[in-house]
């Protein structure tokens, strides 16, 4: 499931969408890296990515960037010397979408394609 989830595109999610249940994020979690958590209250994802120097973390961020501009969804990412935290929620529907799903199987695919 993790490559077909990384190989979907986003779709706009608008008034009216619904969040996805807690049920269906649980779900959708076993797609993704196990280093991904849901937070408590299900409204987001997140993960933390470790790297050896600066660079490489600008690089790594650089690249989240590009899926985010590319599928237009948006992740908070922090930056750190040797790390960067991203974390995924829909804002216009107040939770999670397959969008985020999707979005972070891409991410992930960034460090498999970086090892």
């Not at 993704?32 to 961020?61: C, M, N, Q, V």
């Not at 529907?93 to 970086?114: E, K, M, P, Q, W």
Request: include cysteine; charge should be negative; aromatic fraction near 6%.
């Amino acid at each position: 499931m993790p490559q077909e989830l990384a190989e979907r595109r986003c779709k706009p999610c608008e008034g009216g969408t619904e969040p996805l249940t807690p049920e269906q994020a649980r779900e959708l979690m076993r797609a993704l890296h196990a280093d991904w958590s849901l937070s408590e209250d299900g409204l987001s994802i997140a993960r933390s990515f470790r790297f050896p120097a600066y660079d490489k973390t600008l690089e790594f961020a650089n690249a989240a960037a590009g899926v985010a501009i590319a599928e237009d969804h948006h992740p908070v990412l922090t930056l750190a010397y040797g790390s960067c935290a991203v974390s995924y929620t829909t804002h216009s529907i107040n939770g999670l979408s397959d969008n985020d799903f999707i979005c972070a199987a891409r991410t992930d695919r960034l460090v498999d394609a970086a090892a």
